[in-house]
């Protein structure tokens, strides 16, 4: 493989080389937010929603980005100018920036944040039709500030292992019985009468589950509302959305299946038409 | 001042260079712990305990230190040789380490977690008498893991801009009314009848916190307990403990004074038996 690169606060540097400073407040605090997008064929894929979401998590987290939304689209084409991988995944991350007591933010004039963009081969997931289904474990935990989308992963990457030894592929979160989310993912079920159910609050906004919603509006009514776990029991398909996964069928949780714990033609339908939807932006 | 050293992996080197690649898990994830002890005089203050800690935060995290506990002390003291700074704080942060996916943990054969221990000079602050008071603003948060040392301070960081807006010098968490702890030290109130009460459950467990409680219980009762806001009007006296602060008077939260507003006899007793045995490790 060619060497790779990687933007530190606007500068092309070696992968290699890139590194934040111990008194970063991501390492010291865990203080940092990020965003991520695919690029399929050199194309950024729903780059203006992303950045729309990079920028209202640094606002959230009071964060000073440093760079205008064009110098963003500026920095990206130069990241995979320089890469040059056409199927990848980029991540723009924001963090604290170097504190000198390790709890103040500095202001941008001292500093101010990190900035760092990544890039990373990833080889397109989405095809025309499904490929595969995943089981669900739930886990009662509530994300903090869950509509940013902080670098706080720290219950999803400790639940690792409880995911392995229940077989599970991903853990579902759960507050009292009222779902939200898996860590990467939004959740969404097909109910009996074809009401596609998402949770609508406490949650990050997926940019997939945004799109799944348009495309679910123009055939089926959508609700945006509280979703108890009591409800998996009737509901006839469940899925999930995400950047990196698209739309995955899912057909158990716990020891419930999912209508006949099968992939349903409603969740074959959107997945369908989100799959038709991500190759009209490559072609743009 | 002379160049200061880092030990980074357990290879001294000088602070500026003592940088995480991008992909740590810190910085991707928020991923994480570390603990934090005092020197007076090149002793350090409690260091058992601190490790103690250390290492059980490290366990909780299914983080391996790769060092033990004689390691930690001999690091510890060779860092303290190289930069000679008798009143210092030591930290040690134990952080998920390089990880390829920016998910996954790696295990220790692929180079496992980052081990970083840094110091900076901390002229002492405890002194014999009382030096200053506080006031805190409560905030209904519930921390994650919070009896894990954890280097997700998120809302705390988060929250400077109110405790400055409110004029308050920290903030006080709640969940439903229970009172938990402030995001760097633990909680306590004095009843009308000198009972010593501190909040017992989803709480970090200081180590000052233990030595107060330890003092406190040779002369008063003690509660560990669940403590509501609703008990703060009733209450003779407050403080808070914690490494760095020892122990302060709080004398208004919100918009209650507790007690006359003024710090208690209770508190001035326990400071100054907290003051000699601090001193009292230290002349160890």
């Not at 992303?50 to 009071?62: C, G, K, T, V, W």
């Not at 920095?75 to 995944?89: K, M, V």
């Amino acid at each position: 493989m060619n060497e790779s690169f990687v933007l530190l606060n606007g500068e092309l540097i070696p992968t290699a080389n890139a590194a934040l400073a111990v008194s970063d407040l991501a390492i010291q605090r865990g203080y940092g937010i990020f965003d991520f997008f695919k690029t399929l064929n050199q194309r950024p894929i729903f780059l203006n929603d992303h950045l729309d979401r990079f920028i209202a998590s640094a606002q959230q987290l009071r964060l000073p980005i440093g760079k205008t939304r064009e110098e963003l689209h500026e920095l990206i084409h130069r990241l995979q100018q320089a890469n040059n991988i056409p199927d990848s995944g980029i991540r723009l991350t924001l963090t604290g920036g170097y504190s000198p007591d390790g709890y103040a933010l500095t202001p941008a004039s001292a500093g101010g944040p990190n900035l760092i963009i990544t890039q990373q081969p990833l080889p397109s997931a989405i095809t025309p039709d499904l490929q595969r289904s995943i089981r669900l474990v739930t886990y009662a935990h509530q994300r903090q500030m869950p509509e940013t989308k902080t670098i706080d992963y720290l219950m999803a990457i400790w639940l690792q292992p409880f995911i392995k030894e229940t077989c599970a592929d991903d853990v579902l979160y759960h507050t009292g019985g009222v779902i939200t989310e898996c860590p990467r993912s939004n959740f969404f079920v097909v109910t009996k009468d074809n009401t596609i159910v998402t949770p609508g609050r406490q949650v990050l906004k997926g940019i997939t589950r945004m799109k799944t919603l348009n495309i679910a509006a123009q055939q089926f009514t959508i609700e945006e509302r509280d979703l108890k776990l009591d409800e998996l029991k009737t509901a006839k398909e469940a899925f999930i959305t995400s950047t990196t996964k698209h739309l995955v069928p899912v057909v158990q949780i716990d020891t419930t299946l999912i209508g006949k714990g099968l992939p349903g033609e409603v969740t074959r339908l959107l997945h369908r038409e989100l799959y038709e939807l991500v190759m009209e932006e490559a072609a743009r």
